[in-house]
């Protein structure tokens, strides 16, 4: 790859606090002139590296190279870096001419001078305030508050105490600036017009940008490349374009713009079924293969009654402005569609949907599997701490339980279990969410949950990071507390090594 | 019924404020007549003031007085500042257990601490001198300054001294030039609040000083357990009474017009 106009790298960084895992092993580099921005939701990472980049944390593990040159230990007074903070950060007891000159009034630049014996030497010198004055007029001027040097922080509104934050960090002409949310705080109308601005100022001052945001949208349209993250980890990287048409799970499909998603099963032979229906379809798996697809509402268009691909009912209809937003239901799955046509509810339609607007992916995981469960003393099986009931006999076939709690095979031999480890695996359909702890086994936190067209997929993660995979037909809340229950019958449980070293003498 | 229960808690306001100035008030009157016992009036005059700079005991007293407050606040009002700042950077059980440390001397009982202190310094063969008293001070009001920083320091925009890192101040120049300008105020009333503790402050002093050295505390003590309480001492402590309201005001007057301006 040609990496010639890298300016930041990061190599297997890691952050680990007290226990928890904030970033896991991000590997990707950023060209120079990029404008780059981490999108996710809350919690996944994104400030955590912006702030490692930035100086401010340290990275537990890997390393961040700055034009090939390791900095990941040097203080943040000493990186080529500056930052726009999300809530803005000013230092309110001085007026905005001393704000921005702050990092200036710092700042020493080499010179060459001849010593006393004749020869070049470099020497680092301060500003002079002339320079320093004209460098934060310049800088005024870029972000449009020329005339307001000498004006008190508190007088200014929270768009222009933005202003003067982004024209505080330019000022010092950073090689990388670094943005952590700077829009977060201001009304709709206002971000808009600074998302043009800051790209507009993007391409005048052609410093890389490195831009923090939940906000796909703000995301898709400033940025030259999205790194998509996820509970520390990196999801995608890629073009707003790839990002959007090529979503590589259903996390990113589900997160960036709206989405038809839906699980299907690969015909082979280009052919995808999902929503009873076998589509034709442009990319390549396994035949047989489980899969996700995605559909983008936009994507979805209305046929001749009859003679589209399916049919359905359309039960909702809602004025978006630039088009109407249907829903129509096909048996029990819920498909959303855009369009500029109207058309009456309840009654049935048809529609089509392109080859190559039907995205497949890979399925990241095809039921629960705990390789770390074992047996305890009560024939339950242990998986993230939580004691199941379960089926012991299903270790031996043909085998029933005695009085005692032995298994007995059909050939009379006797195995007792206890402590045994095995592979317990449960089907994302067979969990059952318990809305309070104490109801079920085990509780945890919902981190994510996705709709699959009919139904929630829904991820529950417990404090010592197991996680469970439910399919649900109910919606729950991210990060509502719940525990789960498995019914005794619907846990598969596979011995791990010998049954021989189980049998009782 | 309304109107009778308006005249209640006017009734009651008042005789609060009675109460409560009263003595002052009663104090100050009488620091216009020359007479040298108390509830006796022979006359006005403002004899007692002129006479008060002539007694060179009492203005030794006062000056002594002065310089204790003055040097101990300024002592507590670094030492607090910084502490202050430690305890707010720290991590965050540290934090927890250092805050509730460093306030358990406002909770403690003064005697307590004064005969700790004087079982310090007796254990180590100090001798009580200007130091001592000093010292002892310095732990009354110590944690009235962190108590009061304490506040602005979290009312600070967190991220504030990370920008001024990233604009490339070493964390020295990021803690004068930032952090520092912000927490002034609640500096201020730190220092002025050890000074007011320190000046009136007796158990402390009496058990911490040297005893030739007296402060308005223990020269009062002293004097009423001779007997009589010189007559002068009646316009010092309206002198002392006018000072600090004046102060007061100066104060309350000063954090107005910032409110205004910050309008």
Sequence with gaps: ????????????????????????????????????????????????????????????????????KDISELP????????VFQKYALFPHLDVYDNVAFGLKLKKIPYETTDKQGNKVTKYRKLTKAEISKKVTEALKIVDLEEFEWRDITTLSGGQQQRIAIARAIVNEPQILLLDEPLGALDLKMRKEMQLELKEMHRKLGITFIYVTHDQEEALTMSDTIVVMKDGQIQQIGTPEDIYNEPKNAFVADFIGESNLYEGVYMGNRKVRFLNHIFDCVDDFAANEKVNVVVRPEDVTFAEAGKGMIDGILTEKVFKGIHYEYTMMVGRNEVTIQSTESKEINLPVSVNIAPDLIHIMKKDMLSNVYD?????????????????????????????????????????????????????????????????????????????????????????????????????????????????????????????????????? | MKKATRIFARIFVWTMLVLMYAPILVLMVFSFTEADTIGVWNGFSFGLYPQL??????????????????????????????????????????????????????????IVTALSLTVLFVYFGIQFNFITLLIGHVVLTLPFVV?????????????????????????SHALRRIILPQIMPGIFSGFLLSVTLSLDDYIITAFTRDTSFSTLSTYVYGATAKGALPPTLRALTTVIFVFALVLLIVINIRSHRKKEAAR
């Design chain 1, 1 to 68: 790859m040609d990496k010639e106009n890298v300016i930041i790298e990061l190599v297997g960084v890691s952050k680990v606090y007290n226990e928890t895992v904030a970033v896991d092993n991000f590997n990707f580099y950023v060209k120079k002139g990029e404008f780059v921005s981490f999108l996710g939701p809350s919690g996944c990472g994104k400030t955590t590296t912006l702030r490692m980049i930035a100086g401010f944390e340290h990275p537990t593990e890997g390393k961040i190279l700055l034009n090939g």
């Design chain 1, 76 to 83: 943040p007074y000493e990186r080529p870096v500056n930052t």
């Design chain 1, 372 to 505: 770390d469960a074992y047996i305890d003393n009560d024939n339950r099986v242990i998986i993230a701490g939580g004691a199941f009931d379960c089926d012991v006999t299903q270790l031996i076939p043909g085998s029933h339980l005695d009085e005692e709690g032995y298994v007995v095979a059909p050939d009379g031999k006797m195995y007792d279990f206890k402590d045994a480890d095995v592979l317990a695996d449960v089907a994302f359909s067979d969990i059952e969410i318990v809305d309070n702890e104490d109801g079920g086994v085990v509780c945890g936190r919902i981190v994510s949950m996705i709709y699959l067209g009919n139904h929630y997929q829904v991820l529950i993660r417990t404090e010592d990071d197991e996680d469970f995979v439910v399919d649900t037909e109910y919606t729950w809340n991210e990060d509502d507390r719940v525990s789960v229950l498995i019914p005794a019958e619907k846990i598969r449980l596979k011995l791990r090594g010998e049954a021989s070293k189980y049998v009782k003498n």
């Design chain 2, 53 to 110: 700079f002539q007694d060179e005991e009492l203005v030794t007293v006062v000056l002594n007085t002065i310089l204790v407050a003055l040097a101990s606040a300024a002592v507590s009002t670094v030492l607090g500042t910084m502490g202050a700042i430690g305890i707010h950077y720290s991590r965050r059980r540290m934090k927890a257990a250092l805050e509730g440390v460093s306030q358990i001397p406002v909770m403690n009982a003064e």
């Design chain 2, 147 to 171: 108590l009061s920083i304490n506040p602005k320091l979290q009312q600070m925009d967190p991220n504030i001294y990370e920008a001024a890192l990233d604009l490339g101040a070493r964390p």
